[in-house]
């Protein structure tokens, strides 16, 4: 049995941001995972995730936006990787707007938490979007926010710089070894994986859309997991429209009830072409039942219904498609909190869509928890009591 000051068991975005964290203050630490991060299997891949400050999904997510693109910028220069892009966010809205973004009132609270928090931003009426942005096809009573410090991080480089650094600074990281179980241990807990049994004083449980079956059936009703699907189209004219200078992420509330739209500007060059997607969550499924190709009917269907009349200068020729996994609660938030019967383990779920821009600002709180055992106060917002 080896001994660790704090284990974090999956090493994704929220894990590897915790281990590194906990790297930086000298720690003992042990990073698990069950498979090689990063990879494509779970939510933190696919080129490119969404970073805006006044957050939709409720203004006391702002500050961890914030503080992680100031993370995410120290990094950089650690690393020597490019991580963080701030090509500015247009988020487009309508009177007519149906579409759900993570909840009913995406567009007011965006707008209330840019207030609130004084994130610079411009309001656009159609017309000031069609000539500043013409590669959108915004009807006349369509209206956009305009934020210049939002833009996208590439998970994927953000998860191995963590990861990489974390080793540097003397974390333990063991790859392809999955966490089966724990229990509670003396003043610690016990950590059971597919090869030994470690002991901690703490667990930080982030094991994104397995985290449902690692906490058992009493857990479930908590989370949903369900099938996303991205796709990359190819620019059939104008692409310096689709460069990150002249093209900003978008969020589009789609009129007529539809589901929402979202994109990003071509991330290396307009030949890989622009990622689009839109959300479901009607359907759930599980992390290891999930369908992960998409089919050609998938990609077609999508550019037919959302793609071809709301963006110009696009051809329906899908160069990539993959699917990704949301765990999403009720209330689209996230879950934090410390497990009933085995207050040393941390359950952390900050999916719902949208948990990626807060992940290196999530790992500097989940790392102190490791150290105090303490989550501030204003975490109760992310109780698992309120399901
Ligand atoms: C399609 C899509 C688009 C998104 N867009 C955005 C966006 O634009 N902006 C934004 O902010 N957020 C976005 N998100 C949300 C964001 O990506 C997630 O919040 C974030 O990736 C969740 O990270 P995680 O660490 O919880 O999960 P993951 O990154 O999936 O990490 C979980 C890890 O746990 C490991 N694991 C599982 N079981 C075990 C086990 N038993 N033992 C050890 N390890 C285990 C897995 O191998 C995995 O590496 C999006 C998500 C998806 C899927």
């Not at 650094?165 to 994986?193: M, N």
């Not at 094991?207 to 189209?233: D, H, K, M, N």
Request: net charge neutral; hydrophobic share 40%.
């Amino acid at each position: 049995m080896q001994d660790y000051e704090v284990i974090v068991a999956g090493l994704g975005a929220m894990g590897s941001a915790t281990l590194y964290q906990l790297a930086r203050m000298g720690i003992s630490a042990l990073g698990l995972d069950r498979f090689s991060p990063p990879h494509e299997l779970g939510s933190s891949h696919g080129d490119s995730r969404i970073t805006r400050l006044a957050i939709g999904e409720g203004k006391h997510l702002t500050r961890f936006a914030r503080r992680s693109q100031e993370l995410w910028r120290q990094m950089e220069q650690d690393c020597g990787q490019p991580l963080l892009t701030q090509c500015g966010a247009l988020m487009i809205s309508s009177d007519l707007s149906r579409a759900q973004v993570h909840g009913a009132s995406f567009f007011a609270t965006t707008l209330e938490a840019a207030s609130h928090h004084r994130v610079a931003h411009t309001m656009l009426d159609a017309t000031a979007i069609r000539s500043r942005f013409p590669q959108f096809c915004v009807q006349d009573q369509e209206y956009g926010y305009y934020e210049p410090e939002a833009g996208f991080v590439r998970p994927e480089a953000c998860v191995r710089a963590q990861l990489t650094l974390a080793e540097r600074l003397g974390a333990h990281v063991q790859r392809s070894e999955p966490l089966l179980g724990f229990e509670p241990d003396g003043a610690g807990v016990r950590v059971i994986t597919e090869r030994r049994s470690y002991r901690a004083r703490r667990l930080v449980l982030a094991t994104g859309a397995w985290i449902p079956e690692l906490l058992g059936a009493s857990f479930a009703p908590a989370f949903r997991v369900t099938r996303q699907v991205l796709t990359w189209f190819a620019v059939a004219e104008n692409p310096d429209l689709f460069t990150p200078e002249r093209c900003p992420v978008y969020i589009w509330q789609l009129p007529e009830g539809r589901r929402m739209l979202y994109g990003f500007p071509a991330l290396d060059g307009p030949s890989g072409g622009v990622k689009i997607a839109t959300e479901q969550d009607e359907r759930t499924t599980t992390a290891d039942s999930v369908r992960r190709e998409v089919e050609q009917r998938e990609s077609d269907e999508f550019f037919r219904d959302y793609v071809r009349q709301n963006l110009r200068y696009l051809s329906a020729h899908c160069l990539k498609a993959k699917s990704c996994l949301y765990t999403q609660t009720a209330d689209f938030g996230f879950i934090v909190d410390t497990h009933p019967s085995c207050p040393e383990v941390l359950i952390v779920s900050a999916c719902s869509g949208h948990g990626f821009k807060h992940s290196a600002a999530l790992g500097e709180v989940f790392s102190r928890w490791g150290i105090t055992g303490r989550l501030p106060e204003s975490f109760t917002v992310f109780g698992l009591g309120r399901f």
